[in-house]
């Protein structure tokens, strides 16, 4: 760490500061950890290892470890400087009970405790003392050990002198409330890639994820170095650089600091990851806009300057990241956040930090590595003359398909409800899958969209291919949105686009293509959050007249046991070879009647790992599809293909 980025040595009990008490996490988890589903369980973690992360970017703490333990407890570990324990003036109790026991307590608000902060609103460790079963927590400070114990949020051990020691930091071990989350069981791999992004977004911090719930511990030390020039090499490992060098700008005014990496590929996408202290901003913000506005202007100046642009051939911004790969990183005191889950950051300031970086180190780059540039600028200006040639594909598919005039595919059985916000489109692979979707369905507001056939390699192809692409094309002319830049969510037909495949492998491919393309085409329909995955079931269990269905493992072992009942009848089991095999009253009752069925709501993270393991299946690279189908080939072994 730097010396500017250093703070006020002591870090005291007056840098703790009292705002408001507990009472309300308990009542509205959600408003805290965003859900109470797998994703707030795993938010649990990241606010326990942000506050290490402070101690990280204020310049004292150098490792952190996270083990998940035998049982789902997490412990995270640090060695910086120790939660306060002394007195806090404004209650008279121990810092550290404060930090655990008060919500808005911690070193975050006055300014004195942390420059910069991670944390959620400064709510972190409370809020996960809220929502723990237990929770113990012991600072290394003074030369002694500092124990306290607390559960759902009361303290039933007071602060405690356990030990002594000579090191510094703090543990917290925590095992989360049954009584808060739908699920207790934490993810080795979320876990491993979150800490991983923190590794290389902190350059030279260390941290170390365990699962110790195996036989065979899984440990994994990541530290980077070359921080977010690493990030950017690997975030492209399996694909085709089109430069060597990563290239790299940073600066500070103030108090905020940011530092950008971009390397470009061959490929046809833009991938871009912005954070602010640390914390992912999905959303974007006033940090990517900066960046962006930038790197047009640089590009198009330079091509201009250099003759290679002439006239007002200009490039667009979308024509200038086509094939970027960009890590934007700001650091900043006061970071405003729109949303309780910080998706999008609104510091205005940032824009214009991050502007002039850009704006001043790119172009100096430029002049430095004439190659790279001029590589870069025709990438841009061949993105430029294929987002003509869609323009016109697209008015073609328009003539063709007669959007203009109404008409829908042929391939689509539409519903009669015209309010958008009550439709469902529910997009089915198979004309037999969707004759029994049709006559399962309730027609007023449930559409059928058939697919079938290979879908078109989105990887490989540009925008202009994908229009008028006769597996695709009903697809975009259905929901109506358009796509790429054009994508609007106002003229969206269907709030609820449903994916409806089998469950087996090539059910999983088509599901992977479709949220691939929308990942690519249409990213506004997942952030938004219209895009869902139906979940049919897997088994029929028959005792004489009796049927009933289970969507697992698991399930069709509890509901055989009840079936047999005491007198242990016969119970005859099948498993669904597909959607096609199911009678229309079956697919109506089991997967499609919004009393009765299960939809998983895709999120953007679920469609930016269907779009990295597409990548790695469908992209020019053979090394990582060999080493991948090896990793998972002892995955396959279970499933019907």
């Known amino acids: 760490m730097s010396d500017e980025m250093k703070v006020t040595q002591e870090y005291g009990a007056e840098q703790i500061q009292v705002l408001e008490g507990l009472e309300a996490v308990r009542k509205r988890p959600g408003m805290y950890i965003g859900s109470t589903s797998a994703s707030g369980l795993h938010h649990l973690v990241y606010e326990i290892v942000d506050n290490s992360i402070d101690e990280a970017l204020a310049g004292y703490c150098k490792h952190i470890t996270v083990t998940i333990n035998p049982g789902n407890s997490i412990t995270v570990t640090d060695d910086g400087r120790g939660i306060p324990v002394d007195i806090q003036a404004q209650t008279g109790k121990p810092a550290l009970e404060v930090v655990f026991t008060v919500l808005h307590a911690g070193g975050k608000f006055g300014g004195g405790g942390y420059k910069v902060s991670g944390g959620l609103h400064g709510v972190g460790a409370s809020v996960v003392n809220a929502l723990s079963e237990s929770l113990t927590a012991r600072v290394y400070k003074n030369g002694n050990i500092y124990e306290m114990k607390f559960a759902r949020g009361h303290i039933t051990q007071e602060m405690k002198i356990v030990g002594t020691t000579e090191k510094t930091g703090t543990?917290?071990?925590?095992?989360?409330?049954?009584?808060?989350?739908?699920?207790?069981?934490?993810?080795?791999?979320?876990?491993?890639?979150?800490?991983?992004?923190?590794a290389f977004l902190n350059a030279g911090l260390s941290i170390t994820i365990t699962d110790a719930r195996g036989e065979t511990p899984v440990t994994k030390t990541m530290c980077y170095e070359g921080g977010i020039r690493e990030f950017a090499t690997w975030c492209n490992k399996n694909k085709t650089p089109l430069h060597n060098d990563v290239i790299y700008m940073s600066g500070m005014k103030g108090d905020a600091s940011a530092e950008i990496a971009i390397q470009y590929n061959d490929g046809y996408n833009e991938f871009m990851l912005s954070f602010a202290n640390d914390v992912r901003t999905p959303e974007g913000g006033m940090h990517e806009t900066g960046f962006k506005t930038a790197l047009t202007r640089v590009l198009n100046n330079y091509g201009v300057k250099s003759g290679l642009i002439k006239g007002d051939d200009k490039v667009s911004g979308e024509d200038c990241r086509e094939g970027i790969t960009a890590i934007i990183s700001v650091k900043l005191t006061d970071a405003q956040f729109e949303g309780q889950t910080k998706a999008k950051l609104g510091n205005a300031y940032i824009r214009t930090l991050v502007d002039s970086i850009v704006n001043e180190q790119l172009a100096t780059y430029f002049e430095e590595h004439p190659g790279v540039a001029k590589t870069i600028l025709e990438k841009a200006m061949m993105a430029n003359r294929a987002r003509e040639a869609a323009r016109k594909a697209r008015e073609n598919a328009r003539r063709k398909t007669g959007l203009e005039s109404g008409g829908m595919p042929d391939k689509l059985q539409d519903c009669n409800e015209k309010d958008p916000t009550l439709c469902e489109?529910?997009?089915?692979?198979?004309?037999?899958?969707?004759?029994?979707?049709?006559?399962?369905?309730?027609?007023?507001?449930?559409?059928i969209l058939a697919m079938w056939g290979k879908m078109l390699n989105v990887e490989k192809a540009r925008v202009d291919k994908v229009y008028g692409n006769d597996k695709l094309n009903p697809l975009i002319v259905a929901l109506g949105g358009g796509i790429g830049e054009d994508f609007d969510l106002e003229k969206l037909r269907y709030h609820k686009v449903v994916i409806m495949s089998d469950a087996d492998v090539d059910g999983a491919h088509i599901r992977t293509l479709l949220l691939t393309f929308f990942f690519r085409y249409m990213r506004p329909l997942i952030e938004h959050g219209h895009v869902y995955s139906a979940v049919p079931p897997?088994?029929?269990?028959?005792?004489?007249?009796?049927e009933r269905?289970?969507?697992?493992d698991e399930q069709r072992d509890l509901v055989s046991a009840e079936m047999r009942g005491e007198s242990n009848a016969k119970v005859e089991i099948s498993r669904f070879k597909g959607l096609g095999e199911m009678d229309p009253h079956e697919l109506w009752d089991t997967t499609m009647d919004p009393e009765k069925r299960t939809l998983r709501r895709i999120t953007l993270e679920d469609a930016r790992r269907a779009d990295e393991i597409f990548t790695v299946l469908m992209g020019e690279q053979v090394e990582p599809r060999k080493e991948w189908i090896e990793r998972n080939a002892k995955y396959a072994v279970n499933i019907d293909i």
């Open 425 to 447: 489109l529910y997009i089915v692979e198979g004309d037999s899958a969707a004759g029994s979707a049709i006559q399962g369905r309730d027609s007023r507001f449930q559409a």
């Open 549 to 552: 269905v289970a969507y697992s």
């Open 538 to 546: 897997l088994y029929k269990l028959k005792r004489g007249k009796t």
């Open 171 to 198: 543990e917290v071990t925590f095992q989360p409330d049954p009584e808060m989350f739908d699920t207790l069981v934490y993810d080795y791999a979320i876990l491993h890639e979150r800490m991983r992004e923190e």
